[in-house]
Nanobody
Framework: VQLQASGGGLVQAGGSLRLSCVDSGSRTNHIGWYRQAPGKQRELVAAITRGGSPMYVGALADRFTISRDNAKNTVYLQMNSLKPEDTAVYYC????????????????WGQGTLVTVSS
């Protein structure tokens, strides 16, 4: 398995979680975090370039932080001040082309990790 995501769980509103994605395939991939809520399309949450430059979607930058540790081949998504509307299955994905991550067409998806935020 190239991508292994973990860290999801049940948390109360206002709480925090840190998701991890281990990329055993390459240290040169751009990596993105996505989420899919029930009945909704998968959406990009944040992404980080192979060089470590982050990108966030909208106001999520106020609460979420994406980072990577290349020595561990791991990308993290720190999620703070969680809200019930953050409830979703979160996926990491990789691609050598940044644009493919932004178009939500990455070369490879990891398995999802469920985040449930209770009110």
């Amino acid at each position: 398995v190239q991508l292994q995501a973990s860290g999801g769980g049940l948390v109360q509103a206002g709480g925090s979680l840190r998701l991890s994605c281990v990329d055993s395939g390459s240290r040169t991939n751009h990596i993105g975090w996505y989420r899919q809520a029930p009945g909704k399309q998968r959406e990009l949450v944040a992404a980080i370039t192979r060089g470590g430059s982050p990108m966030y979607v909208g106001a999520l930058a106020d609460r979420f932080t994406i980072s990577r540790d290349n020595a561990k081949n791991t990308v993290y998504l720190q999620m703070n001040s969680l809200k019930p509307e953050d409830t979703a299955v979160y996926y990491c994905a990789v691609d050598q082309q940044w644009g493919q991550l932004l178009r939500i067409k990455p070369a490879q998806w990891g398995q999802g990790t469920l985040v449930t935020v209770s009110s």
